[in-house]
């Protein structure tokens, strides 16, 4: 081309020199026909040049916008920025990338319904309208989106069925044109939609299916952290509403034997507030006793972790010091807490009031040992202590005395008065016999009118006779009976350990008999048998 050009410029000085005028003319004309050809070219080719440069400048710039976008939104899901403000800067970089665009964020609830998370730039009449909008076919871009997890391109809305029944809606944003992209997670659930919008009918080029695509998958990980953020804030409000209202006290500690956490319901149970809990350590808080239980089973614990064995778990029952200075009694089950990578991170301890369930075996346990109508011990009771007393009494070469004890004419009163009268008597019997005796003497109700007592630890025999005939004393007084008196006797038969007996059974032998053959001599000289106990 360069060739031609000088070509030409040769003949057009010769023109002008006059030389060969009419050839000259000729040459040039042909020389014009070569080059403009060949210049047009060259133009097209340099704006062709040009454009590509400027596409690929401003796609380069696109995409540096993209990622700054990309960025500024992961950072705000970082710093837990709450959703609707990450959702809104998310929907505002769409828009830079492409400034003649409206974009909306529309989120799927459980029952299929679509509610508005982000559209800055559309009529708040138009969003109040579509939200709470129930996802369908052929319910707008969006709704059809949402219900198929497929994109909804739609170029016209004025025109296209899906949007035949929103006429006024989109009269009211002044629209021509919404794509829908599905919000979907690693699943496949569909969790919303990112709609763009345009108020003039537009094609969607590549560089804006690469921004719905992004923008959408970009809107999954915004929403899917979010959603498990507030997971995972509800499960621990669950678990400390749970900790925070149970009657049990939970509690943690590390290694060093410092709580972590205390449950408030320890108050309850101990007076102390959770404030100067968490200031005590453990041997603070239990006696003595418990505390020697409590410290060998950490180090049994500290042992295994030593070892590289799981820690050991543990449950038994220690005794609490109150604020007050109350002791209650509580059972504590303690295991290893460790962290998702499986390390030891600590100490969870529950502790459970056990004062109900001890008053309740406590009571079982007195029922079962003493006599229902006079609270006295029963024949179970008295036979423990007996043996125990005769043990004591060998080993220290000591002496004891047991008594047999009958009512006379008592069989009367039940059948005068009636039984009630007869068990308030028996109460008021219980309670001179206890008055009669030592603490460390045992009185116990055998059956019907029968009692039995034991004198442990006594210096001479005649001792026990002494106690015989206190108790004699005592029962033939009169009794009142709510103003009914009554005046009866009783008949006692004494045997003496080790004169008498070494056994328990030679004992109740020797009493028995005793206490019958002073009944039957009773009954000689009165004359009457009202004081036998009946034969039933």
């Not at 929103?166 to 569909?190: D, F, T």
């Not at 001890?358 to 007996?386: C, S, V, W």
């Not at 007084?477 to 006797?489: T, V």
Request: aromatic share 6%; charged share 20%; glycine share 6%.
């Amino acid at each position: 081309m360069l060739s031609v050009l000088m070509a030409a410029t040769q003949v057009s000085a010769q023109v002008s020199a006059g030389e060969n005028t009419s050839f000259g003319w000729l040459f040039l004309a042909a020389a014009a026909l070569c080059i403009i050809p060949a210049a047009l070219a060259f133009l097209i080719f340099i704006v062709r040049v040009n454009r590509k440069l400027k596409a690929i400048v401003i796609s380069g710039q696109r995409a540096a916008l993209m990622q700054q976008n990309r960025s500024r939104v992961l950072a705000m899901i970082v710093e837990q920025v709450p959703l609707k403000q990450v959702l809104d800067a998310l929907v505002e970089g769409a828009e830079q990338m492409d400034p003649s665009a409206s974009c909306t964020v529309l989120l799927l609830d459980e029952q299929g319904l679509l509610h508005v998370a982000s559209a800055p730039h559309l009529p708040d009449e138009y969003n109040a309208a579509i939200e709470g909008l129930a996802a369908g076919y052929g319910v707008g871009s969006c709704g059809t989106a949402a219900y198929s997890g497929k994109r909804v391109i739609v170029e016209d809305v004025r025109v296209h069925p899906y949007w035949q029944p929103y006429q006024a809606l989109v009269e009211l944003a002044g629209i021509s044109s919404c794509w829908s992209e599905p919000i979907k997670n690693r699943q496949g659930k569909v969790l919303g939609t990112f709609a763009i919008y345009h108020k003039e009918v537009t094609v969607p080029s590549e560089q804006d299916f690469q921004l719905i695509c992004e923008s959408a998958a970009l809107a999954e990980i915004v929403i899917e952290r979010s959603n498990a953020i507030e997971a995972l804030k509800r499960s621990e409000e669950r678990h400390r509403l749970l900790a925070d209202h149970a009657t049990d006290v939970i509690w943690t500690m590390d290694l060093g034997g410092y709580f972590t956490y205390i449950s408030p319901s320890a108050e309850k149970l101990t007076g102390y507030p959770v404030t100067e809990l968490m200031q005590q350590q453990m041997q603070q808080l239990v006696t003595p006793e418990s505390y020697a239980q409590i410290k060998l089973q950490m180090k049994k614990a500290a042992k295994a972790l030593l070892e590289g064995e799981a820690y050991p778990d543990y449950v038994g029952e220690v005794e609490q010091v109150c604020k007050d200075g109350r002791r209650v009694w509580s059972e504590v089950k303690i295991s290893g807490m460790y962290d998702s990578e499986g390390k030891f991170a600590g100490i969870l301890g529950v502790s459970r009031d056990l004062t109900e369930r001890r008053k309740i075996e406590e009571r079982m346990r007195y029922m079962a040992q003493h006599d229902t109508l006079t609270g006295l011990p029963n024949r179970t009771l008295f036979a423990d202590r007996l043996q125990k007393a005769l043990q004591y009494a060998m080993r220290h070469q000591k002496s004891l005395a047991l008594m047999l004890l009958d009512l006379n004419k008592f069989k009367p009163v039940n059948d005068t008065h009636g039984h009630a009268v007869g068990d308030l008597l028996l109460q008021q019997v219980a309670e001179r016999l206890q008055c009669a005796i030592r603490s460390s003497d045992t009185v116990a109700r055998i059956g019907g009118d029968e009692f039995i007592i034991l004198l442990p630890q006594i210096d001479e025999s005649h001792h026990g006779a002494m106690v015989a005939e206190k108790i004699q004393q005592a029962i033939a007084r009169p009794f009142d009976i709510h103003g009914l008196e009554i005046q009866i006797s009783c008949s006692i038969g004494l045997a003496c350990y080790p004169e008498d007996g070494e056994t328990d059974l030679a004992l109740n032998k020797v009493a028995d008999q005793r206490m019958y053959q002073q009944k039957a001599e009773l009954a000689s000289r009165l004359g009457t048998a009202d004081f036998f106990p009946a034969v039933e």
